[in-house]
């Protein structure tokens, strides 16, 4: 449907979901973020022609990374950004996986349950590659964490593009088997250690130098849960068998990155995929398709709004990251590895495009923001941000 039509149903929705659930900052911001974008209440700008022949009054977008107004060229910006550097090998996709009874750990501690889950798959990968029986070499990943599955329920996984093939401590270039990065069930077995042993290590409150932690770091049982629970839990789970998906390569990474990335910016679902609102229930397109037996599924207004909430990250998480090769840290390795896929160094100078120029590569009949009269470019030249109060600051 246009553009607009989640900030519809929040609009006639979240105050009533406000007033029945005991929503959280998190949401509540995001709520309000969405409901007010590219309205009076978020302040606004004035663009100008540098030849001074026209001046337009435009309300400012909110950039919350929830909104869907918003997002579109920032998930563009990033996905320039990661293709820039991309090594000219096939890459795997793989999909990490955690129990479901562990949501409610994610829900109390968002951010930092993010974080392990992050490092306990990227630690699993890059140890078992680095093995010498293995591939014995360092892999460029670049990793995306998602919690929602296809009909925007709590699921949480992690997409890991990973390239086919390593740098050795000798920075020679070794290509893995396409067919066969590893073998899936060793590297199961490996992250639900790893991630169990991470969640167990966070409740601890001081370090093992008997530092105290800060208190974000520090893991929070859910409330309904006393601490050997947990632990007998996580022991529970450290028996059962883990779900870890490895794919044959892809010829190409963009194809796997679009896919992975195209969600960073801007909420669970894009509003393309909003076939229908009729003020009261929301009807869905797949991203998937093929995977279903019918091409929709629709949902009650509010629990959409619930759904959506509920994926919104904690603020300061990032939900995409870059390993191995791709890290900054190795851009000595990358440009080895690159020489030997004849590419030229990763030039972290090269400017990426600027808004203007990728809303005109993704739009090419977008001319909202050039002058009706010379067709110059306008330029922003007054900002206003005089936002009315958020409500969970009137609420406080
Ligand atoms: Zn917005
Ligand atoms: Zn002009």
Redesign the pocket.
């Known amino acids: 449907m246009k553009p607009g039509t989640v900030q519809r149903i929040f609009d006639d929705h979240f105050p009533a979901v406000d007033a029945s659930h005991r929503l959280d900052e998190r949401s509540r911001r995001a709520a309000w973020?969405?409901r007010t974008?590219?309205t009076p209440a978020q302040g606004y700008h004035i663009d100008a022609c540098p030849n001074g022949d026209y001046r337009i009054r435009l309300n400012n977008?909110?950039?919350?990374r929830a909104?869907p107004?918003?997002g579109v060229t920032e998930t563009e910006l990033w996905l320039e950004r990661q293709s820039a550097k991309e090594l000219r090998c096939p890459h795997h996709q793989v999909v990490f996986t955690s129990p479901d009874s562990l949501r409610v750990f994610w829900y109390w501690n968002r951010k930092l349950f993010t974080n392990l889950y992050f490092r306990a798959a990227w630690h699993s990968l890059r140890e078992l590659l680095a093995g010498e029986k293995r591939l014995g070499a360092l892999p460029g990943v670049i990793a995306v964490f998602q919690s929602w599955a296809d009909e925007q329920q709590v699921h949480l996984h992690l997409h890991f593009i990973v390239t086919s093939g390593g740098l050795t401590p000798s920075g020679k270039w070794i290509p893995a088997d396409p067919e066969y990065l590893l073998p899936v069930a060793v590297l199961a077995a490996k992250f639900r250690g790893k991630f169990l042993a991470y969640l167990r290590d966070a409740f601890k409150t001081h370090t093992v130098t008997g530092k105290a932690k800060a208190s974000n770091q520090v893991l929070v049982p859910p409330p309904n849960m006393r601490m050997q629970q947990c632990l007998n839990l996580f022991n529970k789970l450290g028996r059962q068998k883990w779900h870890v998906q490895v794919e044959p390569a892809y010829v190409q990474a963009h194809g796997i990155l679009k896919y992975a990335g195209r969600y960073i910016r801007r909420g669970p679902l894009s509003e393309r995929r909003i076939r229908a609102y009729n003020g009261k229930r929301v009807t869905i397109g797949y991203a998937h398709p093929e995977k279903h037996t019918r091409p929709t599924f629709s949902l009650d207004a509010q629990d959409f709004v619930l759904r959506f909430l509920s994926h919104v990250p904690e603020k300061g998480t990032h939900c995409a990251r870059v390993y191995g090769l791709y890290h900054s840290a190795c851009r000595d390795k990358l440009n080895q590895a690159r020489s030997q896929h004849s590419q030229p160094p990763y030039d972290r100078e090269a400017e990426p495009p600027d808004t203007h120029e990728l809303l005109h590569r993704m739009f090419p009949d977008f001319t909202g923001d050039l002058c009706p009269h010379c067709h110059a470019r306008l330029v922003t030249v007054f900002v206003e941000r005089h936002a009315n109060s958020p409500p969970w600051r009137k609420a406080a």
């Not at 977008?61 to 919350?64: A, M, Q, T, Y």
């Open positions: 973020n969405i974008c590219r977008s909110c950039k919350h909104c107004l918003c």
